[in-house]
Each structure stands twice: as C-alpha cells, then as structure tokens.
C-alpha cells in the first residue's frame, strides 16, 4: 500500500503536533505518525513551562490547560538557597497528556491526519538525503509514503537521524531523567519550582516540580553516560533532609522517567527535504534542558517553511534562519550556557558553580573566573549576591527587554 502526502511529520509530541497543524492550515496534505498506541503516553516529562516563551506561541494556550501557577524558582547547594522570582523564574505545571492530545487535535483540526501505532522503519534516500519514500509499519501492516517534506519531531533518540546516518558520535549527547509523580507531600514551596545542585545528579540538576499543594514531579537528571547507577543516584537525593522532609508521608502515582536532549546531535537541522524541530534537533534552552515551548515554536516554523519547500526545496534553508530571528538570543545564550564545562574534580566545588549557573546570579565568565577559586571565595561570592537581590545579570535584562517587545507584537505573528 502507497500513500502520497506534501508532509509527512514523524513523531506525536509538541514538535511535531505543531508543524502538522502549521503545514496542514497552509493546504498542504499532512500525515502525522506517532509511534506509541496514544498522543501523549507515556509521560517523560518534569511537566513545566516558562511563562516567558507564551508570546511566543503560534496560538494562545487554554486557561485550563495551565493547571498550576509557578511563582519562581528556588536553587539549591551545600546548604545554600537561592530563591528567584517572576520573569523567566515563572511559569506554569501542565499535564502533559493532556497538553499533547490538545495540541494534536489542533493538529488535526485544521486537516492533519494522525495515525498512531505506527512505526518509521526505514526510508530511501539519494546522497543529496532527499528522501523519496518512507517505510511505516503501523497496526502490524507494513506502508509505503511517498513524501515531498519530512519533518522529524521523533525526539531524543529519533530514528530519522539514526536512518540517515548523520548522528555525531558524542559523548554527553543524552541526559536520562528518574522521576516520579507524588502525592500526599508537604512542599515548603508549593509555587516554586526546586532545583538541586549536587553528586547525585552529574552535570544536570534534581528537581521538586509542583503540581498542586500536595503533589509535585520529583526527579534527578544525570549525563547519560555516567557511571553511576540512576536509582542510587535518586535514592540518595530524596535522602536529602530538604527534601525527605517535604515527601516523607508520599506516595508514588506514576513513573515519568525518559531521556533528554544535552548536546547536539547532528551538525545542522536541514537534510536534503528533510527538518529536524524539537528533540531531535535539540530545540531548548539551556540550563534547564526547556523543550516543550520551544518545540512548538520551533515546529510550527518547520511546519510553514515545509510548505514553501514543496514549491521550491532551497527555501528549505530558510527554516534555522527564521527561527533565529524569532528565538536567536535564547538559543544563544543557551549554546553559551552548553560551552560551560563545570567539572573540577571537587564535589563542594562543582555543586556551588553550578548553583551559580542554573540561577544566573553572575554572567557565565564569572563562573569561569571562580573555577580556580577555592570554595570558601565561590561561598562568599553567593553570599554578596544575596545581599543584593535586586541585582540581575546582563542576560537576563537583556532577555526581559527582547521577551517585552515582542510580547508586544505577539498578536501580529499568530496566525
């Protein structure tokens, strides 16, 4: 069986569910395929979002999509806390089933056709990567697409990169998540996001993410490659007096464990007629590994750039261009925020730099000043910033400033 289609979107989630909305409301023929046998299940998700990036959006988002208000964030290390308020501190909690069924139905609202169960496993392609057919085993039946656009939303470990054989070999190029959702807790900060820096979370962070006043997502994040042992590494950070105290009475609903996109994984994000938006372009922002509104940013763009593609393939090369003028100063910073290595060979140390960097107290070169300090000065650097809370670093004025304007003309680019 063959099927022909301007747009094949491989991959269910934010990404992809958004460019199969963008591509199909420009009158193109979109299918969407998402391998699991439901949008939006499992959940591999802290399930948080950024008030900031909301301008940004294609469409405006339901209120009750929104289920819990984030005030801020608290920052943790050694004993020392950090609390940061509104701006790009703020956000939301949302269900993350929910948030991707919503966004798929959008997707099919305007035309898209979604077929779930259904597998990419493999495609024929020429040396120029235009892929001229995709092979999709779906419902156990095998089925032929003939595309002229492929977007691939497939994720983390996306099997159109994997196909196409353009994967870096890097290290570090995955971080893998253990979380939980838990009920019956205590929170001390029921509209804070909380982050922990510490050994029980390598070169990542752990994170109390609240869903309401007595649930929230906990979880640690560590490089995939590490060799320490995951479920070790999230029973010593629950361990934690800060946050035993707060889920000691709890109890587990569900696992929303997964993987994450760290480092880059391929050198660019165009492939002959093919685009990578979300996951498998490694669209978020750094530190914090933010994906989700970013990837529907990112896909919608994928989505209307895929259209212009089936007239003409070399506009294909305006899709990273056109999300730099949108999203450039983030991504940016976020690239800058990757570059940062933070790995003295000193536990106390490492914890204290990155509690510098995930709060962003002081510009990244002052982290790179304090690595040859010893502890007791990185202490006592933390320490003069919280005396002046009123203080801000550059990026972030910088980003409240670029987020204010074109918050401003937010209306004029929803289409």
């Known amino acids: 069986m063959t099927i022909e289609c301007d747009v094949l979107v491989i991959g269910g989630g934010p990404a992809g569910s958004s460019a199969a909305r963008a591509a199909a409301r420009q009158g193109a023929?979109?299918?969407?395929?998402?391998?699991?046998?439901?949008?939006?299940?499992?959940?591999?998700?802290?399930?948080?979002?950024?008030?900031?990036?909301?301008?940004?959006?294609?469409?405006?988002?339901?209120?009750?999509?929104?289920?819990?208000?984030?005030?801020?964030?608290?920052f943790w290390a050694q004993d020392i806390?950090?609390?940061?308020?509104?701006?790009?501190?703020?956000?939301?909690?949302?269900?993350?089933?929910?948030?991707?069924?919503?966004?798929a139905s959008l997707a099919k609202k305007e035309g898209a056709q979604i077929q779930t169960n259904s597998k990419l496993i493999d495609m024929d392609f020429d040396d120029k990567f235009i892929v001229k057919k995709a092979t999709v085993k779906s419902n156990n039946k095998k089925i032929e697409i003939e595309p002229k656009i492929i977007i691939a939303a497939d994720g983390v470990n996306s099997t159109v990169i994997d196909i196409l054989g353009v994967k870096k070999k890097l290290n570090e190029s995955v971080g893998e998540v253990k979380s939980y959702e838990i009920k019956n807790i205590n929170?001390?900060?029921?509209?804070?996001?909380?982050?922990?820096?510490?050994?029980?979370?390598?070169?990542?962070?752990?994170?109390?993410?609240?869903?309401?006043?007595?649930?929230?997502n906990?979880?640690?994040?560590?490089?995939?490659?590490?060799?320490?042992?995951?479920?070790?590494?999230?029973?010593?950070?629950?361990?934690?007096?800060?946050?035993?105290?707060?889920?000691?009475?709890?109890?587990?609903?569900?696992?929303?464990?997964?993987?994450?996109?760290?480092?880059?994984?391929?050198?660019?994000?165009i492939y002959g007629n093919t685009l990578l938006a979300g996951d498998a372009a490694n669209q978020n922002f750094k530190p914090f590994i933010e994906g989700n509104l970013p990837g529907i940013i990112c896909g919608d763009i994928a989505g209307k750039i895929s259209v212009q593609g089936i007239k003409n393939i070399e506009t294909l090369n305006n899709y990273k261009t056109t999300i730099y003028k949108r999203l450039g100063p983030m991504f940016k910073n976020?690239?800058?925020?990757?570059?940062?290595?933070?790995?003295?060979?000193?536990?106390?140390?490492?914890?204290?730099?990155?509690?510098?960097l995930f709060s962003d107290i002081y510009p990244l070169k002052t982290i790179n000043y304090l690595i040859n300090k010893d502890k007791e000065e990185i202490i006592k650097k933390v320490n003069a910033w919280k005396k002046n809370k009123l203080k801000q670093s550059k990026t972030f004025i910088v980003e409240k400033f670029y987020l204010i304007l074109l918050s401003l003309m937010r209306y004029s680019r929803r289409v």
């Open 81 to 103: 806390l950090i609390e940061r308020n509104g701006g790009i501190w703020a956000g939301y909690t949302i269900n993350r089933t929910e948030w991707d069924q919503w966004l």
């Open 29 to 74: 023929k979109t299918i969407l395929i998402e391998e699991d046998k439901e949008i939006g299940r499992p959940v591999q998700c802290a399930e948080g979002i950024g008030r900031y990036l909301i301008p940004f959006l294609p469409f405006k988002i339901p209120r009750e999509q929104l289920k819990w208000e984030i005030k801020g964030m608290t």
């Open 187 to 216: 929170l001390k900060y029921p509209h804070h996001d909380q982050l922990f820096s510490g050994h029980f979370a390598p070169n990542a962070y752990a994170y109390i993410f609240p869903i309401s006043n007595k649930k929230a």
């Open 334 to 356: 976020s690239d800058k925020v990757l570059d940062t290595r933070i790995d003295v060979q000193n536990s106390e140390k490492d914890d204290l730099l990155s509690l510098i």
């Open 218 to 269: 906990v979880g640690i994040g560590r490089v995939y490659d590490s060799k320490n042992n995951i479920d070790s590494l999230y029973n010593e950070f629950v361990e934690i007096p800060l946050v035993k105290k707060q889920i000691k009475n709890g109890k587990n609903v569900s696992e929303k464990s997964g993987y994450a996109p760290v480092k880059y994984k391929t050198d660019d994000w």
